[in-house]
C-alpha cells in the first residue's frame, strides 16, 4: 500500500487558536483530500485539491479552512480560529494513479479545549 | 445533498457467524468503494465495484453493487475476529467522496 504520513499525531489548542495540519503523500501525486471524522462518526469529505488548486470543497469547509502546498511536497490544512466542535480525526488522503480510490494517511487527532 | 446510508449502524455476532452491510445512495452512483476501519486506524481501501449488478469476492467477502448503481452490500461469511472495525462505503460525486454512515462490527470469540 503506498505510504501516506500526517503529522502531528495528536494536536492539542485552545479555541480560538490557529492549527496547521501537515500531509505528505505519495510522490508526485497531483491530486489531494482532506477528510474529517467526530468520534463515533462517518468520514466527511472537507476538500479535493489538483494541481495546486481547490477542486471542490463541502459546506463544511467554510472560510474558517484553508488549505495550502507550500513547498511541492507538503500539503496543510489550516483552521484559522478553532472551535470545540473541530475536534476530529483529520485525514489526508490521495488517490492511487488513474483511479479514485484512496489511500488515507494515518490521521491528526484533532483536540480543541 | 446526496445522502449516503448504512444499515445496520452496530452488529455483534459470535465469530462464525456471517455478517452483512447494506449501503444504500440517494443518487446514482459512478462506482462504489468499500473501505474497512479498525478501532483507532484510518480507513482502508477494500474493492471498488464499477459495473451494474457487479459481484466481486475477496475470500470470505463478497460484495455487490445493485443494478441501479444506488445501493450495494458487503457479506462476511464465517467471521473471524480479525474482522472486527467499521466498514464504510463511499462512492465519487463531482470530485467529492460521500461516505456511508458505516456498520461497526464487533465479533464476539
Known amino acids: 500500500e503506498p505510504e501516506v504520513t500526517q503529522t502531528p499525531s495528536h494536536q492539542v489548542t485552545q479555541m480560538g487558536q490557529e492549527v496547521i495540519l501537515r500531509c505528505v503523500p505519495i510522490s508526485n501525486h497531483l491530486y489531494f483530500y482532506w477528510y474529517r471524522q467526530i468520534l463515533g462518526q462517518k468520514v466527511e469529505f472537507l476538500v479535493s485539491?489538483?494541481?495546486?488548486?481547490?477542486?471542490?470543497k463541502s459546506e463544511i469547509f467554510d472560510d474558517q479552512f484553508s488549505v495550502e502546498r507550500p513547498d511541492g511536497s507538503n500539503f496543510t490544512l489550516k483552521i484559522r480560529s478553532t472551535k470545540l466542535e473541530d475536534s476530529a480525526m483529520y485525514f489526508c488522503?490521495?488517490?492511487?494513479?488513474?483511479?479514485?480510490?484512496?489511500?488515507f494517511g494515518p490521521g491528526t487527532r484533532l483536540t480543541v479545549l | 445533498g446526496q445522502q449516503v446510508m448504512q444499515i445496520p449502524q452496530y452488529q455483534h455476532v459470535q465469530e462464525g457467524e456471517d455478517f452483512t452491510t447494506y449501503c444504500n445512495s440517494s443518487?446514482?452512483?459512478?462506482?462504489i468503494q468499500w473501505y474497512k476501519q479498525r478501532p483507532g486506524g484510518h480507513p482502508v481501501f477494500l474493492i471498488q465495484?464499477?459495473?451494474?449488478?457487479e459481484v466481486k469476492k475477496q475470500k470470505r467477502l463478497t460484495f455487490q453493487f445493485g443494478e441501479a448503481k444506488k445501493n450495494s452490500s458487503l457479506h462476511i461469511t464465517a467471521t473471524q475476529t480479525t474482522d472486527v472495525g467499521t466498514y464504510f462505503c463511499a462512492g465519487p460525486s463531482s470530485n467529492q467522496f460521500y461516505f456511508g454512515t458505516g456498520t461497526s462490527l464487533t465479533v464476539i470469540p
Open positions: 443518487t446514482t452512483l459512478s462506482n
Open positions: 485539491f489538483y494541481n495546486n488548486e481547490i477542486s471542490e
Open positions: 488522503a490521495t488517490p492511487t494513479r488513474g483511479t479514485d480510490t484512496q489511500y
Open positions: 465495484l464499477v459495473k451494474s449488478g
